[in-house]
Each structure stands twice: as C-alpha cells, then as structure tokens.
C-alpha cells in the first residue's frame, strides 16, 4: 500500500520512523550503561505534616543527567526501562540506594519509593526489599512504598499477596496519583492503604475549580473514614496550602515547601525541619 502512494512523502514518513526507533534504542543503551554505572542517582523532597508543620517524611524521585542531551524526565525514562526490561534492575538499585540513604537522616524520617507495576511481575519485589533492609540495617517502619492504581487496576491474587507480605513487614504502603485515570473507589476495598496522595492535578485548581474541590474534599472524608492518612501532592503556593490543611489533608507536599534535592540538601532541612518523636515500631492494623 505504501508503495502504491509512491514518492517521496513515504520514504519521508519512513526515515522519520527509522530515525525514532534508532533514537529510541540509543536511549535505551545509554539507560543500561548509566543503571550499571550508578548515574541514575535519587533526589528527596520533603512531605510535611499538616498538624505540626515539620517534615514528617522524604520521597524519593530518581534523575537522571545525560551526558549529552542534560536532565531526562523520570516520566520518560521510567517507562524506558519498563518497555525494555530494565527497570527490575533499576528499581532493585534505586530501593537499596533509598533504604541506604536514609541512615544519613534521624531515626524518625520515613521514605517512600515509587514502584512500577513490573517489579511485582518478577515476584523478587518482597526478596528484594527485605534484602534491602537487612543489608542497609534500615528499621521496615521507615520505609513506604508508592503504588498507583496501574498496579491495583490488574488486580490479581499474586499482587495483593505481596502487598500484604510488605505491609506485614511494618512497611507503609501509599496510593499515589489518586484521581486521575481509572480511580476506583473499589480499590481500598482490596488493600488497607496507609496513605493517599491525592494526584497533584486536583491541587492546581483546587482554589478556580468547585469539582476539583469536592473531589479533594471526598477523598479526605474517605480517608477519615478508613483512618488513612491523607497527602496532597504539588501544594505551590501559600493560599492552596491553607484550603489544603483547613480542609483536612494530613501531609502536604509541593514546591512550596521545596523542590525535591540531593541528599547532603535534603539532610540540612530536614535536621532543621524534622520531629523528634520516634516512629511507632508497626503501622496500627486496621479493622476492616
Ligand atoms: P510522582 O511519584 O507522583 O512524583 C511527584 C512528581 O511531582 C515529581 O515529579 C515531583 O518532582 C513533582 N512535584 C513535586 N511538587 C510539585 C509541585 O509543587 N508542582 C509540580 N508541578 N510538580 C511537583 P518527577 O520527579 O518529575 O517524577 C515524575 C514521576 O516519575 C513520579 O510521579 C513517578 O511516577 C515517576 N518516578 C520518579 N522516580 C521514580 C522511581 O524511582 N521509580 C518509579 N517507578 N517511578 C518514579
Ligand atoms: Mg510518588
Ligand atoms: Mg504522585
Ligand atoms: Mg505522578
């Protein structure tokens, strides 16, 4: 068919593709050597408590600097290594980096690492983490891993049975991005969550848009009601974190408070920033 069009326009069209899947696969080699090489490194921004003020816990975001092309989005390259079967390994590196990571911090700061949905594919996930805290010494109470409902959508047995197993561990496990795509209330049906974050998008129009806030206001009320803790990504300014914290979210996270930064940083704030209480040792079990 391609040929009965004829001329240029084709060949075009196709050298454009060429070009793309070339692109793509020069990334991707690039993504390897940088994963070997330890050059995805993991900067924290901090998660504010709304009740005290204070830094209550740090998450995660993984960066990446290219040599040549600079900084790559976590957006683009995350999906990268998922589509070529990377990301167990980058995952399993950047969970060790984390857990290490924080013995730099006080004993009373949390963690949170996001986790695609592959890496509950392999079925190494718990072996991993549980190696990662053994290894690093890190209390399981510090460390809270992320899901979005990508992972909760597939919903199957062997999915939930690793949640459990972590969460049994004295691990928090948030919902991330809440809101957005296939939201199903459904879901904290499925799994006690410890947290929702509710999607940064509802945040951004929180104050212009009456919907965006009744939702917010809906997914506090849920958490009220099934005592999970509420976190409102990508507070921005001084007026969104006021609506936010009279509202009723309990931790609140965005560029207000800082952007996300590299350890010795994120240290410095949060020595100055953090509680002195310790943690309790296992997240309190819920009825259910
Ligand atoms: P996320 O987990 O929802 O992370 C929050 C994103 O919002 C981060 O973008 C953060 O820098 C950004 N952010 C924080 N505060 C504000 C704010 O006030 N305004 C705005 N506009 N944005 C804010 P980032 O670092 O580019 O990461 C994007 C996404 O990439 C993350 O979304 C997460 O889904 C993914 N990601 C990042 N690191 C990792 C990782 O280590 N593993 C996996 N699986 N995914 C990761
Ligand atoms: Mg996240
Ligand atoms: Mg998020
Ligand atoms: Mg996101």
């Not at 589509?83 to 004993?107: T, V, W, Y």
């Not at 809270?144 to 691990?171: C, H, K, P, Y």
């Amino acid at each position: 068919r391609a040929k009965k069009e004829g001329g240029g326009r084709v060949c075009l069209f196709d050298a454009t593709l060429d070009a793309q899947v070339r692109e793509r696969r020069m990334l991707e080699s690039d993504l390897r050597t940088a994963i070997n090489r330890g050059d995805i490194v993991l900067h924290y921004q901090p998660v504010m408590s709304a009740r005290t003020g204070m830094v209550s816990s740090v998450e995660a975001l993984a960066r990446w600097e290219h040599e040549t092309r600079g900084p790559i989005s976590p957006e683009v390259f995350i999906a990268l290594a998922e589509d070529s079967g990377l990301i167990d390994e980058l995952g399993r590196k950047l969970i060790f980096r984390a857990c290490s990571d924080m013995l730099a911090m006080p004993e009373t700061m949390r963690v949170a690492v996001n986790l695609s949905p592959q890496q509950f594919k392999s079925g190494e996930l718990v072996s991993t983490v549980r190696e990662a805290l053994k290894r690093t010494g890190l209390a399981p109470n510090r460390l809270q891993l992320e899901v979005t409902e990508r992972l909760v959508i597939e919903n199957t047995q062997e999915t939930f049975a690793q949640l459990e197993e972590l969460r049994s561990l004295g691990i928090q496990i948030l919902m991330d991005d809440f809101g957005v795509g296939h939201s199903s209330l459904s879901y904290f049906q499925m799994f006690p969550f410890d947290k929702v974050k509710i999607d940064k998008s509802f945040i951004a129009d929180i104050e212009t848009s009456k919907t965006a806030r009744a939702i917010v206001e809906a997914v506090i009320g849920l958490g009220r009601q099934l005592s999970m803790g509420i976190v409102a990504e990508g507070v921005e300014c001084q007026e969104q974190n006021a609506v936010l914290s009279e509202l009723g979210c309990t931790h609140l996270q965005g560029y207000f408070f800082s952007r996300p930064m590299p350890l010795e940083e994120i240290a410095q704030f949060v020595a100055k920033n953090a509680h002195a209480v310790p943690l309790p040792l296992a997240p309190p079990r819920r009825a259910r």
